[in-house]
């Protein structure tokens, strides 16, 4: 079932997120060929202050110095693929690239 939810989801986003050029790729932590559904988790994003910026900035790398592409709000759920230093590699209706993950919560691997 969740590997039929995961497949839907790809294609619903699939080119939007593609057209994304990202300067680090998302790599996946697992073979996709063996088990798609063992290869991300889902999140929400929280606790972004609203008298603050009030997103959460989707950058095109691991890092405040890659360019951001997109921004999300509180309660937007996201599909996580992979992390690197507090980075994490992310799939979103709409688009796909890396957000700090202190504002991902609520995970489910």
Known sequence: ?????MFMFSLA????AQAQQ????IV????????????SGV?????????????????????????????L???QRVTTINGQNGWIGIEYPGGRGWAHGNWLRNCIP
Do not use: W
């Not at 996946?28 to 290869?39: F, G, R």
């Open 1 to 5: 079932m969740r590997f039929l939810a």
């Open 22 to 25: 990202l300067d680090v790729p």
């Open 43 to 71: 999140c929400t994003v929280l606790g972004l202050d609203p008298n603050g910026d009030g997103f959460l900035a989707v950058r095109t790398g691991p890092g405040t110095h890659y360019r951001m592409i997109d921004k």
């Open 73 to 75: 709000v509180n309660n």
């Open 13 to 16: 986003v699939g080119s939007a």
């Open 28 to 39: 996946p932590y697992c073979d996709q060929a063996t088990s798609e559904a063992a290869c």
